[in-house]
């Protein structure tokens, strides 16, 4: 997302980037004064976590499912 100010001696600019806040001021020629970037960690009161979102697996269900295919391999096999 950008915002965009245009006046007649300067224009700034403020983007949204992926790392963080970009910050960005040109004089009336387009010539940059300022330009900088801001990381999100440094602007918000929050912390940023990463999570690995593979799958875990459910222990109760792996056990159900075990109990499950003994019980069908001991019908199966005549064993009752």
């Not at 222990?59 to 009752?80: M, P, S, T, Y």
């Given at each position: ?51 690995n979102t593979t ?26």
């Open positions: 997302m950008k915002f965009q100010q245009k006046q007649l001696t300067r224009s700034t600019q403020l983007a949204l980037r992926e790392n963080g806040l970009f910050v960005s001021q040109r004089d009336g020629r387009g010539r940059i004064d300022i330009a900088v970037e801001i990381p999100y960690e440094e602007l918000l009161p929050i912390e940023v976590e990463y999570r799958p875990q697996i459910q222990w109760r269900w792996a056990i159900v499912g075990i109990f499950w295919l003994l019980k069908l391999l001991h019908v199966n096999l005549g064993l009752r």
